[in-house]
């Protein structure tokens, strides 16, 4: 992968800082002081893959070409469910969306990494939408809706051919150790999931582009 000579990170409300109560302790603050190259943050809270597609040119593809690489990070509302098994983008419109977003990055002559989404238990869903277990069919609970936009991330990257971070299993790891990883009063990562991904991005980073 090519040297990377500043970041943009594009995405939703994970991307915004939401679920860290001071976001001075957001993954994105945190990329910001310690990277060694610029770090631009653009997260808007509750975007579809289509809301982002209409946001592209004015949060990307329009800043400085210093910015080489564009880490995405989006999918967590295109799964929100708006009817009996019925969400606001399925998994084909989503990575159908995805896909262009993609290409159109690229062809700004820029490097796509995507990430996939954080895990979301039951339990977690369940504390902010309690009603969502009756909009889902059979043999769905709201833990495997979820997950399978995430799922399509990592297809997502292996179609386009594009570096690809799992932040979901480091997640997922910590969970499994009985820490929390999910903020109370939302559905994104808490200040400890948030250091969690700062670090797998870093790492990340170490290892394939910046050495």
């Known amino acids: 992968?090519?040297?990377?000579?500043?970041?943009?990170?594009?995405?939703?409300?994970v991307?915004?800082?939401?679920?860290?109560k001071d976001r001075k302790f957001s993954f994105g603050r945190i990329l910001k002081s310690k990277l060694p190259f610029p770090v631009l943050i653009k997260g808007k809270s509750f975007?579809?893959?289509?809301?982002?597609?209409?946001?592209l040119e004015k949060e990307v593809l329009s800043k400085d070409k210093i910015y080489s690489h564009v880490l995405v990070l989006i999918g967590n509302n295109d799964g929100?469910?708006?009817g009996f098994n019925k969400p606001k983008f399925t998994v084909p419109e989503f990575k159908k969306n995805m896909k262009e977003l993609?290409?159109?990055?690229?062809?700004?002559?820029?490097?796509?990494?995507?990430c996939n989404l954080q895990p979301l238990g039951d339990d977690d869903i369940h504390r902010i939408h309690p009603h969502m277990p009756k909009f889902l069919a059979a043999p769905f609970t709201p833990y495997k809706w979820h997950t399978q936009y995430?799922?399509?991330?990592?297809?997502i990257a292996a179609f386009c051919g594009i570096h690809?971070?799992?932040?979901?299993?480091?997640?997922?790891e910590e969970k499994n150790k009985g820490n929390k990883v999910i903020a109370d009063y939302c559905l994104d990562p808490n200040e400890l999931?948030?250091?969690?991904?700062?670090?797998?991005?870093?790492?990340?980073?170490?290892?394939?582009?910046?050495?």
């Open 1 to 13: 992968m090519e040297k990377i000579t500043g970041l943009i990170l594009f995405g939703e409300s």
């Open 15 to 20: 991307v915004a800082g939401r679920g860290a």
């Open 47 to 55: 975007i579809t893959s289509q809301d982002a597609l209409s946001r």
């Open 80 to 82: 929100r469910l708006i």
């Open 102 to 114: 993609i290409e159109r990055i690229q062809s700004n002559g820029r490097i796509v990494i995507l």
């Open 150 to 155: 995430s799922i399509a991330c990592n297809e």
């Open 164 to 172: 690809f971070i799992d932040i979901r299993t480091r997640l997922e």
């Open 193 to 211: 999931g948030h250091r969690i991904m700062a670090e797998k991005i870093i790492e990340d980073f170490k290892n394939l582009i910046i050495s």
